[in-house]
Each structure stands twice: as C-alpha cells, then as structure tokens.
C-alpha cells in the first residue's frame, strides 16, 4: 500500500487573504478538483464521519531558508506553497486525473485566481516505512500547526436511551501522549493494510510505554475560527515537545513501530481537523 504527497507552488503578486485558516481554503482546492472528475466521490467523501484518506497543509509562505504557514492574510507579494497528501490508492487515482485533465495554471484560493509555478509528487510506502524504521530511544516533535485531539466522555452504556446517542467528546489542546499514538495507530491501521499487534501497543502506551519529557521551549494554545462571522472555533497548541521511551517499558519491536508511526504523521498529520492543516508536524529523533 502507498500514498502521495502532492506540493503546490504558487505566486501570489499582491499577497493573500482569507476568510479564516488558510488550510480550510487548501481543503477546498481539494474538493474543487476532486469535483471536476468525480463530483458524487467529493459530496461522499466531504460528508463521511470515518477517518478521512487525505490530510492537507495551510498555505506557506517562503522566505530564504524560512517559512511559515499562513493563517488569515500575508501582504505580498509571496512565493508560498500547500500540500495534499492522500493515503489511499483509489482516491489517489482519481485526484491524478484531476489533476492531469486541468489546463490550467491557476487555482482558485477563496476569491483569488492564483498562478501555479510548480507541481511535485512524491510516493511513499508503508511497507517502506515500516522496513526502514529503527529503535527510536527519544524524538521531538516540532507541532507546526494547532493539533488538538478527541476524548470520548463516558457515558452509562446500560441506559438503553443512551445506547444509541453517539457519546459526546471534549477537544484537548495538549500533548497527550495515549490520545495522541491512539490516533496514529488507528490512522496507519486503516490505511497501511499491513499486520501488527496493535492493540498490545495501545496498551503499551497506555503502561507507560512513551514518556512526555517536557517542552523546555514552551508551547502556546491558538483559537481558529472556521469562519470569520460564526462563533464555531477551535483550540490548538503548537510548539516543540520532546518525548523518550523509559528503559522500564522498553520494546525494541514497539519503539521501531513509533518511528514508523512519527514519519507517517508527516504525510497524515495528528489529531482533530487535519483535513484542514491542523496536526501539521516535524518528526526529530534521536536513536
């Protein structure tokens, strides 16, 4: 099983502005071209409550050696970029004829024609993560977008008026380390189609497996608003957040699999709302 990752380069002469997040924006340039092949797998996909095959980056503006990402407006002009990465092997065939049957050289960013100067594709396998993958001892982890993640609240599942109310979740805007490889796992599971004893890992990390070992730099907590007029937002933390594997709970074979998971989140990113670039993260690890 593979999965892509497809880098939109863009110029925006007079800068750009956008009604909220820019990765709500990118999401949309993903709909807009899955709906010129295939409009009913975009309504399907657009309204699915499963875990989403796709992740997207906001719009990056490049300065030199440096970027960042572009939350409501950036005053140009700017080179910047945005990418889709999508895990699944049929929606990546449909995407690539999206984008093979566009003449194009433009796409549309909220109300904004905008020049496309390059497209790059880049493959990737699960197989080859997981082969490539060695014993990480400790790693960071550089949250370069809000991520948040979904805790279940507990509910009397013997109430039988209960029983079929979906049990509401409260957003966490922390590092939580069982939230956070719980999504992860459930992430690579369904997308990998490979093997594993996933289950005796989730309840490794619940044992302690993975340590939270600190942010000496700190992290910060950002509102995003979905739209600039409604009150519908959500909270995120970015910022460096180191990690390490205790020698009490250590497991050459589910430290190998962490390493795959972190270079996997580089293609799927963490957490709640990474269909729109949150969870957007850079993997540091030190073996």
Avoid at 6 to 13: G, H, L, M, N, S
Avoid at 49 to 68: D, F, I, Q
Avoid at 78 to 104: C, G, H, K, P, W
Avoid at 250 to 262: C, P
Wanted: hydrophobic share 40%; proline share 6%; glycine share 6%.
């Amino acid at each position: 099983m593979s999965m892509c990752q497809v880098t939109f380069r863009i110029v925006a002469e007079q800068g750009l502005r956008f009604q909220s997040f820019s990765g709500f924006a990118v999401r949309g340039v993903f709909f807009e071209f899955l709906k010129s092949v295939n409009e009913e797998l975009a309504l399907r996909l657009h309204s699915q409550k499963s875990l989403a095959p796709y992740s997207v980056t906001p719009v990056e503006a490049l300065r030199g050696n440096y970027s960042s990402y572009i939350y409501n407006f950036f005053n140009g002009p700017l080179q910047a970029q945005f990418r889709i990465s999508i895990l699944e092997q049929n929606l990546m065939n449909v995407f690539t004829q999206a984008l093979l049957s566009t003449d194009s050289p433009k796409i549309k960013l909220i109300d904004a024609h905008t020049p496309v100067v390059e497209i790059m594709v880049s493959h990737q396998s699960f197989e080859k993560i997981m082969e490539e993958a060695k014993p990480v001892r400790r790693f960071e982890v550089f949250f370069r977008t809000p991520c948040y993640f979904r805790q279940s609240l507990l509910r009397n599942l013997s109430d039988p008026v209960l029983k079929a109310v979906k049990p509401p979740y409260r957003a966490v805007p922390l590092p939580d380390v069982y939230l956070m490889f719980r999504n992860l796992t459930r992430l690579w599971r369904r997308f990998s189609g490979m093997s594993f004893e996933y289950v005796d890992y989730v309840n490794w990390i619940g044992r302690g497996g993975i340590a939270l070992a600190g942010f000496p730099h700190g992290i910060r907590t950002i509102r995003v608003y979905e739209h600039p007029t409604s009150n519908k937002w959500v909270m995120g933390f970015v910022g460096r957040v180191r990690f390490s594997l205790p020698k009490n709970t250590f497991s050459e074979k589910f430290s190998r699999f962490t390493d795959a998971l972190m270079r996997f989140a580089e293609y799927s990113n963490i957490g709640g709302n990474r269909t729109a670039g949150f969870g957007v993260i850079k993997y540091l690890p030190k073996y």
